[in-house]
């Protein structure tokens, strides 16, 4: 007998990891997780894995489906702060008006570290271990996801104009690689270039941006195509779809995350396959803010690796993962009249292992598979909104909602025990949201 | 002192009723509501309340909204028991290949009964007072929805082909109208007539259904433009769209509750307002079975009403009318591409005001409203997913999700507490459901 740290019996197992017998994941019943050191040391049937470990931590969990950690591939978790601040209103009356005076007002450091915190926890209850973020102060950022456990990946925010962070692109720059070379050896931490958007970044930043991926092995994590506006300024401007000059200026490869891409041709889909240029898909701030609908449907048709973001908190107005990739499923059916369009496995595959491997972290996250870190969260199907359950994997994605998360794991350590958090601290996250909210609405 | 039942004063307290200041109802702080009797005999700030009545029973709720209970318009709530039985499929291939073989193999009277329990349980969870039910053996849904103690309105169930229920279009008439009969004088019951849809109702069964409509002052529930298909072979086969055959049969007019609307002319549009029929958008499920997107917008926009439903479980596959009309404002805005589209406020109003309004009943319940029903809910604000909250009617509707509604009254009986369902059991419900999928399953 082996000795593990903890055996999982759960009374189904979602992979999301691609096998021969199916591309999306399998889902099993009667199966238990073994973990050792933070690791999944054995997936296998129930009687294998008895058979063959034994541990202090043994735990059976009759209704309840074993998952990955969802991975939110585009965050600004800071913005949690901003919450719901405006509503209902044109992007650029809602940026103008509302968001960037709010911005320009309150944040500094504290601000990003307590929003993220904040935001991280809103993250655990709805069963995410890993975000990939963009905003400012990214080293508040990284503080507050380890501080929660959850794997993070902070941008090095890069962008043309100066903020309370940085005054020049060069400061930017050096300010991010700065922070990477203090977190780079942290095993939750990470770190994606982040330059903003084709229409905040220049020419000779981007330029600059693609020489430090490839000196650095770093990926690039950028807003693109988000609106019809944007393309059309551009073309206007350059002569260039966004897409076309990102391309000629270095930046489309396959470790490139593209986000919001609402506004793609038949080509440009076709490239993102062909480049292995990923794309995260934000549904719901794309609909709230009217900015289109991404053809997720001819994307992933096409060989793209697409992937779910939140986006922040502020557009959304929330960090809900689960409800995000029900938004996804089911526009993609709509949009592409056709109801067999991103099944309820290939969207669980999605928000877990595609997104795993967008940010670069698939070797680690994403999928239970042999070896990979054990990075995993219960769902609790025994619910009046969940029954009967002919099928578990539907019934994830069509009928549960983030309360039924009930229990997460990080690197195997617990950080969330039946809906209480175990890293954090509620009462306090509450209090300074509230402190926060004082200041901001006076 | 005026001696009232029940005297709450919640954080912030929404009507939805119309007002001169806020066509979409008003939100006001620091206010409290008296019941008396089952009604809402005062609504004014704390201090009136406070100096006018008294209670044993009062109760103040920091950091929570009180809402009117929603009204879920359109749902077949036995399906509940198909829950997730077919995914991802296209609408004949789920109709014929799955849901009518389950429904003729084990559609009875004890499956609508038990189904529709379940169903009254998931939607007290999520806040819903009211629903609007179109089904066969609808006697078994007003005894199960009474015995929950929500106002249930029933579908005398019209259709040209034989069921388990009734053989012929007369027989499906004669059953309703005397289950009529036995319901319709008990407070919490009402029916409609429901002739299932055009591709399943003839001429001379609407024509019968519209003088019914007349004869017994009863409204019409009916599926209606669901599909372009739908449209296209109706077109077809009878050189009409459906809408102008049902006109011309006299069945649309301010009585008539047609559901779904995916595919409407402007002139559609228009009639709609002109006539006053009544619009149940389902936005999830158009979505999941690829149905098309409804123009909301645009019928709001000329003045028609129009209200929100979940669908059957079966389809879509939850009754959480918070998640539905939260979709219904998203889409709203991404369809027309404009996101000042189906504000927080004016959402919540067709989730509750509108949807009283579709279905006859806005004299007694659909907004918090003097003299009105005490149909209301509590909904906790004061957790991670909705702080900082800096707008209470856009967190409902953006950010809340439906666990955390904690209280749900109905003519002033308290049908759930702190999430504890008052007239239902759970335990019993769940073991239910649990034989129905074994039974069905096999």
């Known amino acids: 007998m082996q000795q593990a740290d903890l055996l999982i019996f759960p009374e189904w197992l979602f992979t999301a990891h691609p096998s021969e017998n199916s591309p999306y994941g399998e889902c099993h019943s009667d199966y238990g997780v073994a973990v050792k050191d933070g690791q999944i040391v054995a997936i296998a049937p129930s009687n294998e894995i008895k058979a063959q470990w034994q541990s202090d931590n043994s735990e059976t969990h009759p209704g309840k489906i074993l998952l990955p950690g969802f991975v939110n591939t585009h965050c600004h978790s800071a913005m949690t702060l901003l919450r719901g601040i405006a509503n209902d209103l044109p992007l650029m009356e809602w940026l103008e008006g509302h968001i960037w005076p709010a911005e320009g007002t309150h944040v500094n450091k504290q601000f990003v570290y307590d929003g993220t915190l904040l935001a991280a926890a809103e993250m655990l209850r709805c069963g995410t271990t890993c975000f990939n973020d963009m905003y400012f102060f990214p080293e508040a950022t990284l503080k507050a996801g380890l501080q929660a456990g959850m794997r993070t990946s902070a941008g090095i925010i890069a962008i043309d104009f100066p903020s309370a962070y940085a005054q020049s692109p060069r400061e930017y720059l050096d300010k991010g690689l700065d922070t990477l070379s203090r977190y780079k050896d942290k095993p939750n931490a990470k770190m994606m270039l982040a330059p903003h958007a084709p229409y905040t970044v220049g020419d000779e930043l981007f330029a600059e941006i693609a020489a430090l991926s490839t000196e650095h092995d770093l990926g690039i994590h950028v807003h693109l195509h988000e609106t019809a506006f944007e393309v059309a300024s551009a073309v206007d401007q350059n002569g260039k779809r966004?897409?076309?000059?990102?391309?000629?200026?270095?930046?489309?490869?396959?470790?490139?995350?593209?986000?919001?891409?609402?506004?793609?041709?038949?080509?440009?889909?076709?490239?993102?396959?062909?480049?292995?240029?990923?794309?995260?898909?934000?549904?719901?701030?794309?609909?709230?803010?009217?900015?289109?609908?991404?053809?997720?449907?001819?994307?992933?048709?096409?060989?793209?690796?697409?992937?779910?973001?939140?986006?922040?908190?502020?557009?959304?107005?929330?960090?809900?993962?689960?409800?995000?990739?029900?938004?996804?499923?089911?526009?993609?059916?709509?949009?592409?009249?056709?109801?067999?369009?991103?099944?309820?496995?290939?969207?669980?595959?999605?928000?877990?292992?595609?997104?795993?491997?967008?940010?670069?972290?698939?070797?680690?996250?994403?999928?239970?598979?042999?070896?990979?870190?054990?990075?995993?969260?219960?769902?609790?199907?025994?619910?009046?909104?969940?029954?009967?359950?002919?099928?578990?994997?539907?019934?994830?994605?069509?009928?549960?909602?983030?309360?039924?998360?009930?229990?997460?794991?990080?690197?195997?350590?617990?950080?969330?025990?039946?809906?209480?958090?175990?890293?954090?601290?509620?009462?306090?996250?509450?209090?300074?949201?509230?402190?926060?909210?004082?200041?901001?609405?006076?």
Request: proline share 2%; charged share 20%.
């Open 242 to 442: 966004p897409f076309q000059r990102l391309l000629d200026l270095g930046v489309l490869n396959s470790k490139t995350l593209a986000v919001h891409m609402t506004q793609l041709t038949d080509d440009e889909i076709q490239q993102c396959s062909d480049l292995g240029v990923n794309v995260a898909h934000c549904p719901e701030s794309n609909l709230k803010l009217a900015s289109g609908f991404s053809p997720t449907t001819a994307l992933t048709r096409a060989g793209a690796n697409v992937c779910i973001g939140t986006d922040g908190a502020a557009s959304n107005n929330d960090l809900d993962i689960l409800s995000e990739l029900r938004s996804a499923s089911l526009l993609a059916k709509a949009q592409s009249q056709d109801a067999t369009a991103l099944n309820a496995a290939q969207t669980l595959q999605m928000a877990t292992y595609n997104g795993a491997k967008a940010i670069g972290w698939e070797d680690k996250t994403g999928s239970l598979h042999l070896g990979k870190s054990a990075d995993m969260q219960l769902i609790d199907l025994n619910r009046l909104e969940t029954q009967p359950c002919y099928d578990p994997v539907a019934q994830v994605v069509y009928s549960a909602s983030r309360d039924q998360i009930t229990d997460v794991w990080c690197r195997g350590e617990a950080l969330m025990r039946d809906r209480t958090l175990k890293t954090l601290n509620e009462a306090e996250l509450l209090a300074t949201a509230n402190a926060w909210h004082e200041k901001i609405r006076a």
